[in-house]
């Protein structure tokens, strides 16, 4: 089958939304089908506002078309909201062509962080993206069930996975740290909830592995905590590995990837019980969660790292691929596609005549 995945997320970008694609990918391609990605290094690109590290590609739109027309896939998925995504939504709908979507990041509450837009505005914005799609994808069920009170649909599940040849035990080294370590790992944004973490008071020390925007800022303000950047591959694991709890303070995360991989090298998980910890940490062996994140941390010392690994050996790629796979839908045939009509059910009469957060394709 001839996939053709867009995506405004990917390489050199080092986050959970990159990782799950690449990894994807990577099984698709193994279980012989031919994948197409439309990345941002295709295109002249600039900086994300705010993040910088987030490149854009500027005014994709016919080269989208273009690469797709010469691919002719069987399927198209959209993975992102941004612009590369907004190409290929506009494509679809333009040639009625049938598509799926994933959603990977609460949008809405991520762009109210830094622009500070109104949460209305951000799930407007989402229903009107996702409407047009056969199905969209979500990492859990808590979350298709949000997103339905949002006024989303037809959305379906698509896990996670695990390197757990990687991410092991063994990979432990001596980081001539003070124990015990309480480990966060993923972007310095403020997003993350970092500083909800750094405040607390812990023994031994606090490891922050990452890289982001509030890298610097972060760093000159709590220089008790080790910060020590992006790190890939081996010595990503061998860092997360010589841990002794790993620190999840997010309360925006659609799945929190990063857990599995702390799971899988053995270190127990400590956050607060809202969407994303509660669809990972499934049982009291893997993981603390407490709205007082410190009692959580400390607590989690206690936990054994074997159970921890255990947990995480439930997640694997190939079922992850293989649900992926299953989700897709064929565009053979061109089907009519049903725009989001201007009224929704969940958009108040006041709404309507506000501005949508987008032009439409």
Same mark, same amino acid.
Request: proline share 6%.
């Given at each position: 089958?001839?996939?053709?995945?867009?995506?405004?997320?990917?390489?050199?970008?080092?986050?959970?939304?990159?990782?799950?694609?690449?990894?994807?990918?990577?099984?698709?391609?193994?279980?012989?089908?031919?994948?197409?990605?439309?990345?941002?290094?295709?295109?002249?690109?600039?900086?994300?506002?705010?993040?910088?590290?987030?490149?854009?590609?500027?005014?994709?739109? %016919? #080269?989208?078309?273009?690469? @797709? =027309?010469?691919?002719? !896939?069987?399927?198209?998925?959209?993975?992102?909201? /941004? +612009?590369?995504?907004?190409?290929?939504?506009?494509?679809?709908?333009?040639?009625?062509?049938?598509?799926?979507?994933?959603?990977?990041?609460?949008?809405?509450?991520?762009?109210?962080?830094?622009?500070?837009?109104?949460?209305?505005?951000?799930?407007?914005?989402?229903?009107?993206?996702?409407?047009?799609?056969?199905?969209?994808?979500?990492?859990?069920?808590?979350?298709?069930?949000?997103?339905?009170?949002?006024?989303?649909?037809?959305?379906?599940?698509?896990?996670?996975?695990?390197?757990?040849?990687?991410?092991?035990?063994?990979?432990?080294?001596?980081?001539?740290?003070?124990?015990?370590?309480?480990?966060?790992?993923?972007?310095?944004?403020?997003? %993350? #909830?970092?500083?909800?973490? @750094? =405040?607390?008071?812990? !023994?031994?020390?606090?490891?922050?592995?990452?890289? /982001? +925007?509030?890298l610097d800022s972060l760093r000159k303000r709590y220089k008790n905590a080790k910060f020590?950047?992006?790190?890939?591959?081996?010595?990503?694991?061998?860092?997360?590995?010589?841990?002794?709890?790993?620190?999840?303070?997010?309360?925006?995360?659609?799945?929190?990837?990063?857990?599995?991989?702390?799971?899988?090298?053995?270190?127990?998980?400590?956050?607060?019980?809202?969407?994303?910890?509660?669809?990972?940490?499934?049982?009291?062996?893997?993981?603390?969660?407490?709205?007082?994140?410190?009692?959580?941390?400390?607590?989690?010392?206690?936990?054994?790292?074997?159970?921890?690994?255990?947990?995480?050996?439930?997640?694997?790629?190939?079922?992850?691929?293989?649900?992926?796979?299953?989700? @897709?839908?064929?565009?053979?045939?061109a089907v009519p596609v049903k725009i989001e009509a201007r009224q929704s059910a969940m958009?108040?009469?006041?709404?309507?005549?506000?501005?949508?957060?987008?032009?439409?394709?």
């Open positions: 089958m001839r996939l053709a995945i867009i995506t405004d997320a990917w390489s050199p970008q080092v986050n959970g939304v990159v990782t799950t694609l690449t990894r994807t990918v990577e099984m698709l391609k193994t279980m012989g089908h031919e994948v197409l990605t439309v990345t941002p290094d295709l295109f002249r690109t600039i900086p994300c506002p705010t993040y910088p590290e987030i490149r854009l590609a500027i005014l994709p739109g %016919k #080269n989208v078309s273009r690469i @797709l =027309d010469e691919f002719a !896939p069987d399927a198209i998925h959209i993975c992102t909201e /941004g +612009p590369l995504g907004l190409a290929g939504r506009r494509h679809c709908v333009r040639r009625k062509l049938q598509f799926t979507t994933s959603l990977h990041t609460r949008f809405p509450e991520y762009v109210k962080m830094r622009l500070h837009t109104p949460l209305w505005m951000g799930y407007r914005f989402l229903r009107w993206f996702h409407g047009p799609a056969a199905q969209t994808m979500v990492a859990t069920d808590h979350l298709r069930q949000e997103l339905a009170g949002h006024g989303l649909k037809n959305m379906v599940l698509w896990s996670r996975g695990v390197d757990l040849n990687l991410f092991t035990p063994e990979a432990r080294d001596d980081l001539k740290m003070e124990t015990p370590i309480f480990t966060y790992m993923g972007r310095v944004a403020v997003e %993350k #909830n970092i500083e909800a973490f @750094l =405040d607390l008071e812990l !023994p031994g020390t606090k490891l922050v592995i990452g890289g /982001g +925007p509030d020590v950047g992006m790190q890939k591959g081996q010595a990503l694991a061998q860092h997360l590995a010589s841990g002794d709890v790993f620190v999840f303070p997010s309360l925006t995360d659609t799945f929190g990837l990063v857990m599995i991989e702390a799971m899988a090298c053995g270190l127990p998980v400590a956050a607060f019980p809202v969407r994303g910890p509660l669809d990972v940490i499934t049982d009291e062996r893997s993981g603390v969660m407490s709205s007082d994140l410190q009692q959580a941390c400390i607590q989690a010392l206690s936990l054994n790292k074997g159970d921890c690994r255990q947990h995480a050996a439930k997640f694997s790629w190939e079922n992850c691929t293989q649900q992926f796979f299953q989700n @897709l839908v064929g565009i053979n045939q958009v108040s009469p006041a709404e309507m005549e506000k501005p949508i957060f987008a032009t439409q394709g």
